[in-house]
């Protein structure tokens, strides 16, 4: 199904995980995808020849220089973006009892997570305003809704602000033909619930009632869903992707 057909998306963070899933999915719904990665070149090649439709972009998203050279040159490959997907995103823990790596984690984790996502949003409105509309889709997490356990607080508060951030984005430009919506998922099956595991962080499938983490595929088909346009008046809202853990 080519319901994509003629849009072009950037997805931060796209040659692993969710972000791969949601690479592949927009390419075969037929959108064109700049797939920006920071160290996984190898992945966001092998992505791009074998998805056909993408441009791999490389970026570290903690530089605001290069989160402007990213946009520039994603906007530049078709003339256009019509729908921006903030996936990026790292989860770093420390303990309140680190007072060394503090301040480090959380400047790292909030840069990544939510200034650089900020960033690009500003540059879609902008680039939206001109073009009569556009979307954006920042993927957040049930973190921002219920917390996270206490190391990772970083990335909780990375993720709340996210979804506030999404939120007055839709109520400010929707007028303007602005979308933008919020994916929330929890644990998902990726290298970075594997790494939470192998950190001791237990069984996270225990905690959740359909018994299993969510696959990076789901994930990916509600980003499709709603780059598709079908659901408009849906703008503000949170979709929620944690298997029932928990619900707001």
Known sequence: MDFLRDRVALVTGGSRGIGEAIVRTLCGAGAEVVLHYNRGEKEARKIASETGHCLCVRADLEDASSVEGLWSEAVGWRGRIDVLVNNAGIYEPVSVEDGGRWEEVWQRTLGINLISAADLCRKAILHFRERGGGTIINVASRAAFRGDDPEYMPYAASK???????RTIARGFAREGVLAYTVAPGFVETEMAREFVRRGGGDPAREIPLGSLAPPQEVANVVAFLASGA?????????????????H
Do not use: K
């Not at 709340?160 to 999404?166: E, F, H, R």
């Open 160 to 166: 709340g602000g996210m979804v506030s951030l999404t």
């Open 231 to 247: 659901v408009r008046h849906a703008t503000g809202a949170t979709i929620d992707i944690n298997g029932a853990s928990y619900v």
